[in-house]
């Protein structure tokens, strides 16, 4: 049995992110093609970033996206996103597949509360870090339980297509067999065909 589950998105907005390549990757993520499973749900971002969040988001207030944001988040944006866009959070609002112009925000204080949000309401589908610090994004890599970790990417890539598998069957979820996007040959089982000529085992 293959599952194939739904994709509960997050991207992490590092101490160490570059504000540039964040904002294109939040804004691709979650605006490109936002009804699939690898559209981006909620934006984690660290605390001491938050004085950025304004700049991140202002791309999508143009396309009327919906934003769920947490107490501190909520505090920088109030005034400085449309009022018909943002909402307080609720704990519904997390680790929820949005398929849709829809998106929560969570701040933390450090990298390990970012690690714990994504284990707690992660589907194992994508994850992402925006991040400059080489260390940061490789325990990200190792830590991150999740069948697709970026760094400095949008999640948007994960696809069996983007992956050179051919026509995507479907992404897995899980450890067993296939993980990640599938392609017909992830599907196919196989058997041991042997021809002899009198061959014996000692």
């Given at each position: 049995?293959?599952?194939?589950?739904?994709?509960?998105v997050?991207?992490?907005?590092?101490?160490?992110?570059?504000?540039?390549?964040?904002?294109?990757?939040v804004?691709?993520?979650?605006?490109?093609?936002?009804?699939?499973?690898?559209?981006?749900?909620?934006?984690?971002?660290?605390?001491?970033?938050?004085?950025?969040?304004?700049?991140?988001?202002?791309?999508?207030?143009?396309?009327?996206?919906?934003?769920?944001?947490?107490?501190k988040?909520?505090?920088?944006?109030?005034?400085?996103?449309?009022?018909?866009?943002?909402?307080?959070?609720?704990?519904?609002?997390?680790?929820?597949?949005?398929?849709?112009?829809?998106?929560?925000?969570?701040?933390?204080?450090n990298?390990?509360?970012?690690?714990?949000?994504?284990?707690?309401?992660?589907?194992?589908?994508?994850?992402?870090?925006?991040?400059?610090?080489?260390?940061?994004?490789?325990?990200?890599?190792k830590?991150?339980d999740?069948a697709?970790?970026?760094?400095?990417?949008?999640?948007?890539?994960?696809?069996?297509?983007?992956?050179?598998?051919?026509?995507?069957?479907?992404?897995?979820?899980?450890?067993?067999?296939?993980?990640?996007?599938?392609?017909?040959?992830?599907?196919?089982s196989?058997?041991?065909?042997?021809?002899?000529?009198?061959?014996?085992?000692?």
């Amino acid at each position: 049995v293959i599952e194939t589950g739904a994709g509960v998105v997050h991207t992490y907005f590092d101490e160490f992110g570059d504000l540039d390549k964040g904002r294109e990757i939040v804004f691709n993520a979650k605006v490109s093609r936002p009804s699939v499973c690898n559209a981006l749900d909620t934006l984690i971002i660290h605390e001491s970033r938050l004085q950025d969040l304004p700049a991140v988001c202002r791309s999508m207030e143009e396309k009327k996206v919906e934003i769920f944001a947490d107490e501190k988040a909520y505090e920088v944006l109030d005034g400085n996103y449309s009022k018909d866009l943002l909402f307080k959070a609720t704990e519904e609002n997390f680790g929820r597949e949005y398929l849709s112009l829809k998106m929560a925000v969570k701040a933390v204080a450090n990298f390990d509360q970012a690690l714990d949000h994504i284990a707690d309401f992660g589907s194992k589908h994508s994850e992402a870090i925006i991040t400059e610090d080489r260390e940061r994004a490789e325990k990200f890599l190792k830590m991150v339980d999740a069948a697709c970790v970026y760094v400095n990417a949008s999640t948007r890539f994960t696809d069996g297509g983007e992956f050179g598998l051919g026509a995507e069957v479907g992404i897995s979820t899980q450890k067993l067999h296939a993980r990640g996007p599938m392609g017909i040959k992830e599907l196919t089982s196989y058997k041991w065909v042997v021809r002899g000529d009198g061959q014996v085992r000692n």
